[in-house]
Each structure stands twice: as C-alpha cells, then as structure tokens.
C-alpha cells in the first residue's frame, strides 16, 4: 500500500470545498508533481471521496462530510 500524506489529502478536499474545479486548477494548489497528484486523485476516488465529471473535479457527498469534519476539527485545534 502506497503512503498518502494527510496535509495533501486535506489540502485537496478542502479546497474542494469551494466548489468543482478542473484537474489543472486543483494540481496547481497541491503543490505536487502531475504524476503524484494523479495517484491522489484516483487514492480519493476508490475511496469515494471524489468523483469527476464533464472535466471537473468534485465532492462526492461522503467526501464533503469528510472535508467538513476535517474543516471543523482544524478550526478546534488551531
């Protein structure tokens, strides 16, 4: 099983918050190389966090409960 850095896991979801945005957008925002991104997006993907769609990124509601509960629990702590 490959590792998956929980800061880009939160930095994609959370940025998605915001509403659907194109691949390019997102991976601009991540900070990673292409390819890396690319096993992030299909990572969240299988675990049904993201879907895509007419070339757009988005929440899948799963994975909107999981950025809000992430947003929530980041917001306590700092």
Same mark, same amino acid.
């Given at each position: 099983?490959?590792? %998956?850095?929980?800061? $880009?896991?939160? !930095?994609?979801?959370?940025?998605?918050?915001? @509403?659907?945005? @194109?691949? /390019?957008?997102?991976?601009?925002? /991540? =900070?990673?190389? %292409?390819?890396?991104?690319?096993? %992030?997006?299909?990572?969240?993907?299988? =675990? @049904?966090?993201?879907?895509?769609?007419? @070339?757009? $990124? !988005?929440? /899948?509601? !799963?994975? %909107?409960? $999981?950025? =809000?509960?992430?947003? =929530?629990?980041?917001?306590?702590?700092?």
């Amino acid at each position: 099983m490959a590792k %998956y850095d929980l800061d $880009v896991i939160a !930095r994609i979801l959370l940025n998605l918050l915001q @509403g659907p945005m @194109g691949r /390019t957008q997102l991976y601009m925002r /991540t =900070k990673l190389n %292409y390819p890396r991104f690319l096993q %992030y997006l299909e990572f969240l993907k299988e =675990k @049904g966090l993201l879907a895509e769609a007419d @070339g757009a $990124v !988005r929440l /899948t509601v !799963r994975g %909107y409960e $999981v950025a =809000k509960a992430l947003e =929530k629990a980041l917001d306590e702590l700092l």
